[in-house]
């Protein structure tokens, strides 16, 4: 009997030629897998399954992760409003991870000699989906052609020609990679340190010229609405913000990053739902929480989105950082307005009951309500005292105002 591999299949260059590389070179019987983390229509993932079945692949399974994706991942992006460098919302990083973990559960499942993937060397991808299948599946074999042959585009070409395969074989100018959490792109201006990627290049084009402003709804932290909509699920409703804010062409930027192997790299992105959700979702937590429950959850996320990124997604520290997530949203509930604008947009405010600047408790720069001007003044004296103390004994003031000579 043939040994089984399970191969994690995109349908590209890479992937096409692994699966063909697999069957006909080292003699497995192949199983490919496509998970859908949003970025394929039906009509794709149709005609990829035929295409991973021309290749001569055994059996082809194409898994709809989304809903677990958002479960296990997004919103936990949410809930901690993470940001990589403060600027990029972890789209592929996340994407990766699910990828590799629903991977690793077919290979179980057909219980499988070794499982593939088509990483190059040269980037993240290949340690984030090698480490979970040593995670989930230790001590299966990973093959990994591209990575292992250091193989050119031109070469994989060729072989499958030579294998009498028809597909597309001519490569994009730029590399776009599609999720429920945003999308990437890469090309030539992403490779230096210098460069912005030209307008015909972003897949979003801006066709609006207006401004509206749209209300979302939030309860215990999650997306539930969109204006006067509420939807079933917080992915719909992730959806439907795409549609509308991506017309806009909100949420482009280039993130510039340290990779998991110790180099620097750029990827531009667009993340129109995404930038929206997490800047409103951050605003509301600003009305709604303390001062440290904000701190601690800033502090926490930070290395949430570092250690997701770098593929630890299975350490049992991302479960405790969940918890703590969870507990914290349970008074996050309410309506944030934006104005949206073409290329930007600004959050005009929210309404909450649980709004922690109701002027029952005094209003800011106004007047105080819930406290008297002697009990501020008792309170600076001993707020500060242990510090007016230590003055006093090594009389070392610092000049606060430095006046000009």
């Known amino acids: 009997?043939?040994?089984?591999?399970?191969?994690?299949?995109?349908?590209?260059?890479?992937?096409?030629?692994?699966?063909?590389?697999?069957?006909?070179?080292?003699?497995?019987?192949?199983?490919?897998?496509?998970?859908?983390?949003?970025?394929?229509?039906?009509?794709?993932?149709?005609?990829?399954?035929?295409?991973?079945?021309?290749?001569?692949?055994?059996?082809?399974?194409?898994?709809d992760a989304v809903q677990d994706y958002y479960q296990g991942m997004v919103k936990y992006l949410v809930f901690g409003n993470c940001l990589k460098n403060n600027t990029y919302p972890l789209s592929v990083s996340a994407e990766r991870l699910c990828q590799a973990a629903e991977i690793a559960k077919q290979a179980r499942l057909l219980a499988a000699d070794a499982v593939a993937h088509g990483s190059t060397g040269a980037g993240n991808d290949q340690v984030r989906f090698d480490m979970i299948f040593h995670q989930m599946i230790p001590g299966i074999e990973i093959i990994t052609p591209i990575r292992d042959h250091q193989l050119s585009r031109q070469e994989e070409i060729e072989y499958l020609k030579g294998k009498g395969i028809q597909m597309n074989f001519e490569k994009a100018e730029y590399s776009i990679n599609k999720g429920l959490w945003g999308t990437s792109i890469g090309g030539k201006e992403t490779l230096k340190s210098y460069g912005m990627i030209p307008e015909e290049a972003w897949p979003s084009a801006c066709t609006q010229t207006g401004t509206e402003e749209i209300v979302l709804h939030f309860e215990a932290g999650e997306l539930i609405g969109l204006n006067e909509i509420r939807y079933p699920h917080p992915v719909a409703a992730i959806k439907a913000l795409q549609e509308i804010a991506g017309s806009y062409a909100i949420g482009r930027d280039v993130h510039v990053g340290d990779t998991i192997i110790g180099i620097k790299g750029r990827v531009a992105f667009e993340a129109a739902a995404p930038m929206l959700i997490l800047k409103a979702h951050h605003t509301l937590e600003k009305h709604v929480l303390t001062k440290w429950q904000l701190s601690w959850k800033d502090s926490l996320a930070q290395f949430y989105a570092n250690w997701l990124h770098e593929g630890q997604i299975l350490d049992p520290v991302m479960r405790d950082i969940e918890s703590f997530f969870e507990h914290s949203q349970q008074a996050v509930s309410g309506k944030v307005f934006i104005q949206l604008y073409p290329y930007r947009f600004q959050v005009n405010g929210i309404e909450s009951d649980n709004d922690l600047m109701g002027a029952a408790f005094g209003q800011y720069g106004e007047m105080n309500e819930g406290y008297t001007g002697n009990d501020v003044r008792g309170f600076s004296t001993i707020?500060?005292?242990?510090?007016?103390?230590?003055?006093?004994?090594?009389?070392?003031?610092?000049?606060?105002?430095?006046?000009e000579n």
């Not at 707020?383 to 006046?403: A, L, P, R, Y």
């Open 383 to 403: 707020f500060g005292n242990q510090v007016k103390i230590w003055n006093s004994i090594h009389q070392t003031h610092k000049t606060i105002v430095h006046e």
């Open 1 to 63: 009997m043939k040994k089984k591999v399970v191969l994690g299949f995109s349908g590209g260059l890479d992937t096409s030629y692994c699966a063909k590389y697999l069957s006909e070179e080292l003699d497995y019987e192949v199983h490919s897998v496509l998970v859908n983390t949003g970025g394929f229509d039906a009509a794709e993932l149709e005609q990829i399954e035929q295409h991973a079945l021309n290749l001569g692949v055994t059996t082809h399974t194409t898994v």
